[in-house]
Nanobody
Framework: QVQLVESGGGSVQAGESLKLSCAAS????????MGWFRQVPGKEREGVAF???????GYADSVKGRFTISQDNAKNTLYLQMNSLKPEDTAMYYC??????????????????WGQGTRVTVSS
């Protein structure tokens, strides 16, 4: 099984940046779709950004142009660069993996493996 551990969260002011990392074990880039999700109390976990085994990416409309997902295969690490952060970006952020060379879903329930999350707080 894939083991995922997020890091890099913190508290920042609106307009600032953060870069989240997700260290993976037993991770084969050519065999997984990787994603970043976020969740706030009382709401469902929502997809933020995704990347497949060949590097194709997808983003939620709310973060397009501000967030960038990437992966370093040599380090078995997934990243989420978050720029121009807004208060509405405040959430617990999770990385996730789904078996398959291509992303077959962008919904949380479709991903098999999850990290424990890292909190991001953006103050206005």
């Amino acid at each position: 099984q894939v083991q995922l551990v997020e890091s890099g969260g913190g508290s920042v002011q609106a307009g600032e940046s953060l870069k989240l990392s997700c260290a993976a074990s037993k991770y084969t880039p050519s065999s997984y779709c990787m994603g970043w999700f976020r969740q706030v109390p009382g709401k469902e976990r929502e997809g933020v950004a995704f990347i497949n085994s060949v590097g194709s990416t997808g983003y939620a409309d709310s973060v397009k142009g501000r967030f960038t997902i990437s992966q370093d295969n040599a380090k078995n690490t997934l990243y989420l660069q978050m720029n121009s952060l807004k208060p509405e970006d405040t959430a617990m952020y999770y990385c996730a993996a789904d078996q398959g060379r291509y992303c077959r879903t962008f919904e949380a329930r479709g991903f098999q493996y999850w990290g424990q999350g890292t909190r991001v707080t953006v103050s206005s």
